[in-house]
């Protein structure tokens, strides 16, 4: 079928049919009788055979009826002019010339069918059936065609590399032209041999390969990452599952193949930067401890010999040491990317945070009856720095609220205390930053670090109650809790 008439075909609920004979009572004849025999059918007739070709490009044919023998031209010279413009529709030759001959000629020149006219109505019937059987083949070869096109561009407008081998992965049923950019192999090879593929695979990765190969002959779909050498080595994952035949039995492995280096290269970028935060964490344990410790055993030897205020002063000096390095630990690993999460239930993170700080005479209220993808301590960390910070600034009997976002994207902390000054709302989040002569202003750091460690995001704003209002945004996994969880 040309492109032209791929556009001209009419709906499959209707068959239109171009009916051609020299003789117009006997075209209104079969036009009418066809038409009674199935109501799907719409029959334009011509006596003119030379128009026929100019119908056929410009009007929604599905079938054409043409007599042989006419004055003009025979059936079979207007099957060659329908056939310039459509190669694939249905062309049926009706005549009453029975010749071998003119039916060989036919059948050799591709006509879909021969029906010689007879004087009995029952012979409509039959010509029914052969225009609807040759309609309706053309119509699904139409719609496999598109079908397995669609499909193919499908395969060759993806990154990835599709495949299907045979289930014990001597022959290569399909693969797409991705494969040669990936594996610095031309297609032609691997049809070849199949197991090329596994030259192009790092050598040390080439033993686990085959095992997961193995496994899923066997029947068990398989993940596998592995490295593939050529101009610059590449990290690819495959993802293989085994077809089966009605038996159950495993006839092919299909699944595909994705590009994951710019993945592994910040994969091991992480590790480079946690390695070195570790590194960071480690100096100021025990660089900085030690030298600590020994202050505070000859503070507590002075002690024992004079009694003064000055003591006093350097023991609380060393105590805010104390506190800057703990807290310095904690920022330095916070910064880590979360990993490994499952879900927590808010409520009971809320409590448990609330319970391991110092609460003073502040009071807390919480409406958290949901359950979140969290790292559970690092988020408990969150809550707890939350709560120090509105008893630091909003005073010892302030009211905390820990609720849900109205459209449930998150969750927020707020106080009744003072509010955030606009100018400082920007800074408080810096490393360093505090208001408070006593404070470390590391707290608010460290919780930005661990939102932001989530993949979430954290901001600011005025509390309805007069205080500040701390809003944690992102928590796309979010999702209602039962009665079960809260007990």
């Known amino acids: 079928m040309t492109a032209s008439s791929q556009t001209r075909v009419a709906p499959r609920s209707e068959i239109r049919i171009l009916h051609v004979d020299d003789e117009p009572d006997f075209a209104r004849m079969v036009a009418g009788n066809l038409e009674r025999e199935d109501d799907r059918f719409t029959v334009e007739w011509t006596t003119d055979s030379e128009e026929v070709a100019e119908i056929v490009a410009t009007e929604a044919v599905d079938c054409v009826l043409s007599d042989y ?11 060659d002019e329908v056939r310039t413009v459509d190669p694939e529709l249905p062309f049926i030759l009706f005549t009453d010339t029975g010749s071998e001959t003119i039916a060989s000629e036919a059948i050799s ?24 059987t040759h309609v309706e083949r053309r119509r699904a070869e139409a719609v496999a065609n598109r079908t397995q096109r669609q499909l193919r561009e499908l395969a060759e407008n993806t990154h990835d590399v599709l495949w299907i081998f045979s289930a014990d992965w001597t022959e290569l049923e399909y693969i797409n032209s991705r494969y040669e950019e990936m594996f610095d192999q031309s297609v032609q090879t691997l049809y070849q041999d199949p197991a090329a593929f596994l030259r192009a695979t790092h050598p040390d990765d080439v033993d686990d390969l085959e095992g997961a190969m193995k496994r899923v002959s066997e029947g068990n779909p398989q993940e596998i990452e592995y490295r593939i050498e050529g101009d610059t080595t590449r990290w690819v994952e495959s993802h293989a599952e085994p077809i089966r035949d009605e038996t159950g039995s495993v006839v092919r492995v299909a699944g595909f193949t994705h590009d994951i280096t710019e993945r592994k290269q910040r994969e091991l970028e992480l590790r480079s930067k946690n390695e070195q935060l570790e590194r960071f964490a480690s100096i100021v344990s025990h660089d900085l401890r030690n030298p600590l410790s020994v202050a505070d055993g000859y503070l507590e030897l002075a002690r024992e010999e004079a009694d003064s205020d000055h003591l006093e002063t350097v023991a609380r000096a ?30 009971k993170l809320v409590l448990s945070s609330w319970n391991n700080i110092d609460q003073k005479n502040a009071s807390l209220q919480a409406e958290t009856n949901v359950r979140i993808q969290a790292d559970e301590i690092r988020l408990g960390q969150v809550f707890e720095n939350l709560f120090r910070n509105a008893i630091e600034h909003g005073g010892d009997d302030v009211t905390i609220s820990v609720g ?3 459209d449930e994207s998150g969750f927020y902390v707020e106080n009744d205390g003072d509010p955030i000054p606009d100018d400082k709302k920007d800074q ?60």
């Open 318 to 347: 060393l105590d805010r040491m104390e506190t800057l390095i703990s807290e310095l630990l904690v920022l330095a690993r916070e910064g880590q990317e979360v990993t490994d999460t499952k879900p927590v239930s808010l409520d």
């Open 109 to 132: 020149a591709g006509v879909s069918d021969y029906v010689i006219k007879k004087r009995v109505k029952n012979q409509y019937e039959l010509l029914a059936t052969k225009i609807t």
């Open 69 to 79: 023998a006419m004055p003009e031209l025979t059936g079979l010279d207007v099957f």
């Open 404 to 406: 849900l976002l109205e």
């Open 428 to 487: 408080i989040f810096e490393t360093g930053f505090t208001t408070n002569e006593q404070g470390t202003g590391f707290g608010l750091a460290i919780i930005k670090r661990i939102v932001n460690a989530h993949g979430w995001r954290i901001g600011v704003t005025d509390s309805d109650l007069g205080g500040a209002r701390f809003e944690i945004t992102g928590t796309d996994l979010i999702v209602q809790t039962n009665a079960a969880d809260r007990n």
